[in-house]
């Protein structure tokens, strides 16, 4: 596994599934399917880490927290790492490319809620 210096440009993108699937086949088709589409599209991208949000892991009922039923909507955290900002602005431009953008969502209307993502560069 290969450490991550903290001055590593990041990104985080907080994503939910379409409503229609499971949490095992979108974690599925992530794993197998969009996340090797990510790495072949984006070859400055040293790091791809997916953190799951499993509905059964969560502690809100076990844990003293004031959240009365509240329920997390995304489904992952997904962590994406760079060498240097050359290569987090290579990702940038590359993610400019119209045949990058129709396939990404092309693949994306498979499993995720496009519309509910949301990405936050992380330093």
């Keep these: 596994m290969r450490c991550i210096e903290v001055?590593?440009?990041?990104?985080?993108?907080?994503?939910?599934?379409?409503?229609?699937?499971?949490?095992?086949?979108?974690?599925?088709?992530y794993e197998s399917s969009h996340a090797p589409l990510i790495e072949s599209l984006f070859p400055t991208l040293k790091g791809y880490r997916r953190t799951y949000l499993l509905k059964s892991n969560m502690l809100n009922d076990t844990l003293p927290l004031e959240s009365d039923g509240v329920q997390s909507q995304y489904n992952v955290i997904t962590e994406l790492t760079f060498d240097d900002e050359e290569g987090l602005n290579q990702f940038f431009e590359m993610g400019k490319n119209k045949d990058v953008i129709e396939a990404i969502r092309n693949d994306e209307a498979n499993f995720l809620d496009g519309e509910q993502t949301i990405m936050y560069r992380i330093d």
Aim: include cysteine; aromatic fraction near 8%; charge should be negative.
């Design 7 to 29: 001055d590593m440009p990041r990104l985080i993108a907080l994503i939910c599934k379409k409503p229609s699937i499971s949490e095992e086949d979108f974690i599925s088709y």
